[in-house]
Each structure stands twice: as structure tokens, then as C-alpha cells.
């Protein structure tokens, strides 16, 4: 017989009659009755501090989804997770992306296989690859040393990887080749097609990035980079003993999960590294994913992200519930969610460098716990993941900010910042006029999440406003403070969001680590692509795709 659906359980039941009398208390109150209420729902660990004081929540309501958390258990949760057991059901394999930054000096042994000796075996055929990469030494079919790599991957392979690098510019290795590194991802070859007017042919690598070898969008781009290399390069060079043999070796990297599908589309078997089929895509830049990563920052930096994700590992493995930052941060999700009626999630980073962190996320969260059937078939009577979007916080601030504050449904929200930056700049006059600029984007982000909180409250005014220019409050937030933002606390930042999906997805009791939903799309746009190419029978399309198959067709004989 299977288990009550969590909605069903006493723990459930309990919160859901202990939100129908929160759901007229304000924030405002709550901090008016409770002094000292940021160190009691504020916590630190691996480089982070997490600010819950401004959830609709109160220490009852901690408590009672702590006990939710216990009844799912959660605790057995994390330790069948880091320990490699087959927590991703519906694939009927373990979920380790945490394995790929675990030291060189740990064991994690799973069905037999210590993981660890081939992860690192991994980083340092990596490493090698980077350090020729940065010595000028990886050269090109005409002899001239690579300066550009244009990553083309799509998802896990694209957001990742673009994220990080752009997050951590400012820790480019000095007195090394510089390498330029771009991202393409998109199928229609518009990125691509601007890379290919301004690179140069001669001096450009490709990194074809895709777990399956087969995701369309990235081998569509692979094809056009090959044919752009073959034209400029051998029919230019072809007397100097330039063929397509050595354009393949020379200008493409592999990452993959299936070698024989690089080897089959002509990549070295030398200029590939390999990830497996444990590691999700979305999960995967920790590893081979995180070559552009690697050649921007350099291996040092790049171990330095793997360790700062490995402290959260350990916080996330070790910390009790009630101190555990990943596990707080979901609670903090399902109380809105689930309880509060709450289904829409922005995230803020108040810090340019995080401009890609929360489309990152947009992934990491939405392709995950976007589901809606438990882990035994039966669909789930209640809200998963809520619709996740975001922007720079300055930015937003001047675009959808008045929704936040005056429109007709609440968003939970999520502010990032470091709390230092620009201390080290050099000249004392610059350094001190941008850590005056860091001070006012620091007091922009505190200011918006206490007038989400407090609304009209959180100014005096005489006289009361008028209609239009109220601002009710009550918005929940959590604040989470980087010390800096380094290689190591990027990593944490990334884990503890990774792990905080999966506390989710354990409570709601459905799979964070298959993503079924992404599939048929793909299988009826590949027949759909047939039916234009080939003017295929359209009789069996509903009216509206017949139609527009119909003026594409049409549009094509200029008719």
C-alpha cells in the first residue's frame, strides 16, 4: 500500500492550520514583538550569511516545518545523496554531482567504484589542457596559437559555465596567453554567426559541450563552426600540408558522457574529457562542464570553486536541521509556497558580476522540481516549484520593482551581495570612490527588502498617502551575504541553491534529477522539421500548425 501523500501527514496538516492564523499577521508585527529577531533567524556558514528574519514566520512556524522535514526525512534524504545511493529513481542511478569536488584525499565508494580517482584523473587531463591553453602552446592547423574559445553547449552546458566565468573576471590569472572565451547556445546560429564575422579562423578553438552528443541545438552550431574551419582554413592553407584531419584535432574539444559519439563526429580521442551519466547537466559545471570556467579563471581559481561547494557539501552533510542553511532556505520556499499561497520567486543580486546567477538558477530550480507526480506515479494534490525569475537588483529596481511592491500577488524574494568590494583597488582616490558606489548598491538592496517588509512603515510621514501611492508591505524575503565574492564563496553560494532543490523535492516527494518534460517537444519538432524540409502531409497537424507550416511554405516560394 503506498505512503500517505505528504500533504496528507499530521506534520503537513499541523503547518496548514498554523498558516490560516499567520496569514493575517504582518512583518511589521512580528519584528515589533520580537527584539532580536535577525540573530534568531540568521545563520553562517562556508562564507554565506543567510538572513530568514523577514519570512512570514515566526519560531512556531520554524519548528513545525522542521517537523515536516523530519516526517519526510529529509536527514536520511541528505545522507542517501552524498552517499551515492540511487536517489534519482526514474533513472534508476545515483545523483553525484557533489563527488566531482570532493579532495583528492576522500573515498566515496558506490556499487563498488571509488568515484574519486577518476574525477581527479579528470581535473588533471583538464589541467594540462589549460595550462597549454595558457602558455600559447595550443596552436592551431596553421601554426598560430589559439586566442579564442567559443564554447557551444545549451542548458547545463551553456548557464553554467557563462555564469561563472562572468562572476569571477576579475580572478583571470595574470602573466599568462590570454584566452577569450564566448558562449553559443542559441539553435537559430545568431550568437554563432556574430562570433564567426569578427574571430579569426586561424586562432579559434570550438569546445563542443553536450552529455548526450546528440542535442540538436549544440551539434546544429558544431556543423556550421566545422564548415566555417574547413572553408577559411584549407582552402587558404591547403599547400601547406593543412587537411581536415588536423583542422578537427586542432581547433575542437569534446565534453561528453559518450566518447564514441566525439570519436564517430571526428574529435581526437586526446582532446576529449569525459563526465558521466551520474551527473546531471544542470548539476554538471563542476567538472568537465567547467573547462571555459578553468581557461578563464585558471585551475587554482577553479579548485578554489570546487572547495568553496565541498564546504557546503560538509555544512549541508553535518549541520543539524534548525542550523542547516540549504535546509532553512527550502523551508523558507515551502512555507511560502505551499502554505502561504505564494507561487512566484525572484532572485536579486544587488553585485554586476552575478548578472547571469539568476537565469542560472531559472534552470537549476524550474527544470527540477518543475514536476508534478510523486516518485510512485501519483499526482501530487499540491504546489512544487514556483514560477523563479530574475535580474540585477539595481536593475529591476527601475523594471518590475513596482510590481513587487504595489501589484496584485506577492513574490517571495532572494537579495545577494557581498558585503566588501573594491578594497583592493590600488589607487586610494578610485578604490575609495567605488567602495561609495558598493555602500550605495548595499543600501539599495537593504532598503528594498525593508520596504517590501515594512511598506508605508518603513518611512514617517504626516498625514496619511494617498491611495495610489501605498505600499502595503508584508512581501517575505531572505537576504544572503557573501562575505566576497571569491571563487570559494561562488561555489558555496551554487551548492547551497543546488541542495536547497533537493530538500524541496524531498518534501514534495517528487524527482529533482529527470527532466521527462523536456522531451516530447524535442521528439515532435524533429518531425515537424522533416514536414518543412521536405513538404511532407500536413493532414494529420491540427489547424493551427498546418497553418503556419502553411505561410512558412508559402513565404519560401515568395508567394
Not at 197 to 204: F, G, K, V
Not at 303 to 326: C, K, Q, T, V, Y
Not at 466 to 487: A, F, I, M
Amino acid at each position: 500500500m503506498p505512503h500517505p501523500m505528504i500533504d496528507q501527514q499530521d506534520a503537513w496538516q499541523a503547518l496548514a492550520a498554523h498558516a490560516r492564523k499567520m496569514r493575517t499577521t504582518h512583518l511589521g508585527e512580528l519584528f515589533s514583538n520580537a527584539p532580536g529577531r535577525h540573530a534568531a533567524f540568521t545563520r553562517r556558514a562556508a562564507g554565506l550569511t543567510l538572513d530568514l528574519s523577514k519570512q512570514r514566520w515566526r519560531d512556531e512556524t520554524l519548528e513545525r516545518l522542521l517537523a515536516l522535514a523530519r516526517e519526510a526525512e529529509v536527514p536520511e534524504a541528505i545522507r542517501a545523496l552524498l552517499a551515492g545511493e540511487r536517489v534519482n529513481r526514474s533513472e534508476d542511478r545515483p545523483a553525484l554531482h557533489t563527488a566531482l569536488r570532493l579532495p583528492p584525499e576522500e573515498s566515496l565508494v558506490v556499487e563498488g567504484e571509488d568515484l574519486v580517482p577518476a574525477v581527479h584523473a579528470t581535473l588533471a587531463r583538464m589541467a594540462t589542457m589549460v595550462e597549454r591553453f595558457h602558455a600559447g602552446q595550443w596552436r592551431g592547423a596553421t601554426g598560430r596559437a589559439i586566442r579564442d574559445v567559443v564554447n557551444l553547449g545549451v542548458g547545463g552546458s551553456d548557464l553554467g559555465p557563462l555564469m561563472v566565468t562572468h562572476a569571477l573576471a576579475d580572478y583571470r590569472p595574470e602573466g599568462v596567453h590570454t584566452i577569450g572565451v564566448h558562449f553559443a547556445s542559441t539553435m537559430d546560429g545568431s550568437q554563432l554567426a556574430d562570433y564567426l564575422s569578427r574571430l579569426n579562423p586561424e586562432t579559434t578553438l570550438f569546445v563542443l559541450s553536450s552529455k548526450s552528443f546528440t542535442t540538436i541545438d549544440t551539434l546544429s552550431n558544431a556543423r556550421t563552426a566545422r564548415d566555417w574551419l574547413m572553408a577559411r582554413l584549407m582552402g587558404e592553407n591547403r599547400e601547406e600540408g593543412v587537411d581536415a584531419e588536423l583542422v578537427m584535432r586542432q581547433h575542437f574539444i569534446g565534453l561528453s558522457a559518450s566518447p564514441e559519439k566525439m570519436h564517430e563526429w571526428g574529435i581526437a580521442d586526446e582532446h576529449q574529457l569525459a563526465f558521466w551519466e551520474w551527473v546531471g547537466g544542470r548539476y554538471s559545471l563542476w567538472g568537465a562542464i567547467g573547462l571555459p570556467i578553468a581557461l578563464v579563471v585558471g585551475m587554482d581559481h577553479f579548485r578554489a570553486l570546487l572547495a568553496g561547494a565541498h564546504a557546503m557539501d560538509r555544512h549541508f552533510s553535518e549541520a543539524p536541521l534548525s542550523d542547516n542553511l540549504p535546509v532553512l532556505l527550502a523551508l523558507a520556499g515551502i512555507w511560502n509556497v505551499n502554505f502561504l499561497d505564494i507561487r512566484a520567486h525572484s532572485i536579486l543580486p544587488y553585485d554586476g558580476r552575478l548578472e547571469y546567477f539568476a537565469a542560472y538558477l531559472e534552470q537549476l530550480e524550474m527544470e527540477s522540481n518543475g514536476k508534478s507526480v510523486t516518485h510512485d506515479g501519483r499526482e501530487v494534490g499540491y504546489s512544487t516549484c514556483p514560477v523563479l525569475w530574475g535580474q540585477l537588483g539595481p536593475n529591476a529596481q527601475h523594471a518590475f520593482y513596482q510590481l513587487l511592491h504595489q501589484g496584485t500577488q506577492s513574490v517571495e524574494c532572494d537579495f545577494i551581495a557581498p558585503k566588501v568590494r573594491y578594497d583592493d583597488v590600488a589607487d586610494p582616490a578610485t578604490r575609495d570612490h567605488l567602495m561609495g558606489q558598493h555602500r550605495l548598491t548595499l543600501a539599495n538592496c537593504f532598503a528594498q527588502s525593508r520596504v517590501l517588509m515594512l511598506g508605508d512603515k518603513a518611512i514617517k510621514e504626516d498625514g496619511p498617502r494617498p491611495v495610489y501611492k501605498h505600499y502595503r508591505g508584508n512581501q517575505p524575503s531572505s537576504t544572503l551575504l557573501l562575505d566576497r565574492l571569491t571563487p570559494a564563496t561562488l561555489g558555496s553560494l551554487i551548492a547551497l541553491y543546488e541542495h536547497k532543490v533537493f530538500v524541496q523535492a524531498t518534501i514534495w516527494d517528487i524527482n529533482p534529477f529527470d527532466q521527462w518534460g523536456v522531451e516530447l517537444g524535442k521528439q515532435i519538432a524533429g518531425e515537424t522539421q522533416r514536414i518543412l524540409e521536405h513538404q511532407a502531409d500536413i493532414a494529420d497537424m491540427d489547424d493551427s500548425t498546418r497553418g503556419l507550416i502553411e505561410a512558412v511554405w508559402s513565404a519560401e516560394r515568395g508567394s
